[in-house]
């Protein structure tokens, strides 16, 4: 008997689709016996890597890890079971830049299991007195003063890690040499984000995506969210109310930034042909269209999103949002960028409170970055 242990991380949207595929899986495949365990989102997100790689064969895991993955090899390269055309395939079937997240140096350590980036979403039962949801930022100011009027809130997730992330979604960064971010984007970007804060729920930054929608679902007084991970769970929610989801409200070119979640084989595992083998049947198309999505999973498969059997559960989560994750931004994914996302977030977060000042952040910021760019530390927890 071989028993593969996986770890996924604690929302639905994760374990359901997991926990589904084991009694198919094992009676299937009568020799093998699959549990998966759980840990929270701060977990899955900040939580240590070497002692997860220890205890299990298969974990899910957010994309930064993989520049500390590759440069250790901490994972099993995928190429090194998959043909040509097989890689292609998953490839080619990918969301956004999904895929490319989970390749370094010449090796795909994970698939892409799960997408997502961040969205725009709505209370539609609240909305329909404000009419259509934003195409612009400018819209969403007007909105968010209309609903202050009303005693009603925008909706803007602002804990740390969320505070870094839409920054990243608003600058979209490059490398230029020594510099990450630009000075001009930096001070235009924490401008527009303390006008949203000003205009959103006193809780915001408190907030992660999670816990912002679950007050939107049992509270009236927030409206909209302009930009929020997406979760296709508050969308295909049976009862009222739910909420919808739309693309953001920039550019069409813009994109917001990607997330999402990968499933990796620890390299020390014992099971690695085994475990390979579970986790191609988990990414299938056919899977991940299928009962993936009925059991609360969002697919990392582009078929899953543009299938509409999985658009009418979703009350098309997928294809309102599939403009925004096709342009997705793709992090960094050097060893060193985790350390990095760290050490900013919370720096981040107090500009946008308007607790210290934007006139150097930038610089504060591309300092940091060319100190862990190098990453001659392996980060042990991931933004």
Same mark, same amino acid.
């Given at each position: 008997?071989?028993?593969?242990?996986?770890?996924?991380?604690?929302?639905?949207?994760?374990?359901?689709?997991l926990?589904?595929?084991v009694?198919?899986?094992?009676a299937?495949?009568?020799?093998?016996?699959?549990?998966?365990?759980?840990?929270?989102?701060?977990?899955?997100?900040?939580? @240590?890597?070497?002692? $997860?790689?220890?205890a299990?064969?298969?974990?899910?895991?957010?994309?930064?890890?993989?520049?500390?993955?590759?440069?250790?090899?901490?994972?099993?390269?995928?190429?090194?079971?998959?043909?040509g055309? +097989?890689?292609?395939?998953?490839?080619?079937?990918?969301?956004?830049?999904?895929?490319?997240?989970?390749a370094?140096?010449?090796?795909q350590?994970?698939?892409?299991?799960?997408?997502?980036?961040?969205?725009?979403?709505? #209370?539609?039962?609240?909305?329909t007195?404000?009419?259509? &949801?934003?195409?612009? !930022?400018?819209?969403?100011?007007?909105?968010?003063? &209309?609903?202050?009027?009303?005693?009603?809130?925008?909706?803007?997730? !602002? $804990?740390?890690?969320?505070?870094?992330?839409?920054?990243?979604?608003?600058?979209?960064?490059?490398?230029?040499?020594? +510099?990450?971010?630009?000075?001009?984007?930096?001070?235009? &970007?924490?401008?527009?984000?303390?006008?949203?804060?000003a205009?959103?729920?006193?809780?915001?930054?408190?907030?992660?995506?999670? #816990?912002?929608?679950?007050?939107?679902?049992a509270?009236d007084? $927030?409206?909209?969210?302009?930009?929020?991970?997406?979760?296709?769970?508050?969308a295909?929610?049976?009862?009222?109310?739910?909420?919808?989801?739309?693309?953001?409200?920039?550019?069409?070119?813009?994109?917001a930034?990607?997330?999402?979640?990968?499933?990796? $084989?620890?390299? +020390?595992?014992?099971h690695? +042909?085994?475990?390979?083998?579970y986790?191609l049947?988990?990414?299938?198309?056919?899977?991940?269209?299928?009962?993936?999505?009925? @059991?609360?999973?969002?697919?990392?498969?582009?078929?899953?999103?543009?299938?509409?059997?999985?658009?009418?559960?979703?009350?098309?989560?997928?294809?309102?949002?599939l403009?925004?994750i096709?342009?997705?931004?793709? #992090?960094?994914?050097?060893?060193?960028?985790?350390?990095?996302? #760290?050490?900013?977030?919370?720096?981040?977060?107090? &500009?946008?409170?308007?607790?210290?000042?934007?006139?150097?952040?930038?610089g504060?910021?591309?300092?940091?970055?060319?100190?862990?760019?190098?990453?001659?530390?392996?980060?042990?927890?991931?933004?």
């Amino acid at each position: 008997m071989v028993k593969l242990r996986g770890l996924a991380w604690d929302h639905r949207r994760c374990w359901g689709p997991l926990d589904a595929s084991v009694e198919p899986c094992s009676a299937a495949h009568p020799g093998i016996e699959i549990e998966w365990d759980r840990r929270s989102l701060y977990e899955f997100g900040e939580g @240590a890597l070497d002692s $997860v790689l220890s205890a299990y064969d298969l974990v899910i895991f957010d994309h930064p890890f993989i520049g500390d993955i590759a440069r250790e090899r901490l994972m099993v390269p995928f190429d090194d079971y998959l043909s040509g055309d +097989q890689m292609d395939f998953f490839e080619q079937d990918s969301v956004g830049s999904s895929w490319q997240s989970y390749a370094k140096d010449g090796h795909q350590w994970a698939l892409p299991i799960d997408a997502a980036c961040q969205v725009a979403s709505y #209370r539609p039962d609240l909305m329909t007195r404000y009419g259509q &949801a934003p195409g612009s !930022l400018h819209e969403v100011i007007e909105l968010g003063r &209309a609903l202050r009027k009303d005693g009603k809130w925008l909706g803007l997730p !602002l $804990v740390p890690t969320d505070a870094m992330c839409l920054l990243l979604t608003l600058t979209n960064p490059q490398e230029n040499g020594e +510099q990450f971010f630009a000075a001009d984007r930096v001070v235009e &970007a924490i401008d527009q984000l303390r006008q949203l804060a000003a205009l959103s729920h006193p809780d915001s930054p408190k907030w992660n995506p999670i #816990r912002c929608y679950d007050h939107m679902i049992a509270n009236d007084d $927030v409206v909209y969210v302009p930009f929020a991970f997406g979760y296709v769970n508050y969308a295909s929610k049976p009862d009222a109310p739910h909420l919808l989801f739309a693309d953001v409200p920039t550019p069409a070119s813009a994109g917001a930034l990607l997330g999402g979640a990968g499933i990796g $084989v620890s390299a +020390q595992s014992r099971h690695r +042909q085994e475990a390979v083998d579970y986790a191609l049947f988990l990414c299938s198309p056919d899977y991940q269209r299928g009962e993936y999505v009925t @059991a609360g999973g969002q697919p990392g498969s582009l078929s899953a999103w543009k299938d509409k059997a999985a658009n009418d559960l979703s009350r098309d989560f997928f294809k309102s949002t599939l403009r925004t994750i096709q342009s997705s931004y793709l #992090r960094p994914t050097h060893p060193g960028f985790i350390a990095f996302f #760290r050490e900013c977030a919370p720096r981040v977060q107090a &500009a946008i409170s308007g607790q210290t000042s934007t006139s150097d952040l930038a610089g504060t910021l591309n300092r940091i970055y060319r100190e862990t760019r190098s990453g001659n530390e392996l980060s042990r927890s991931v933004a």
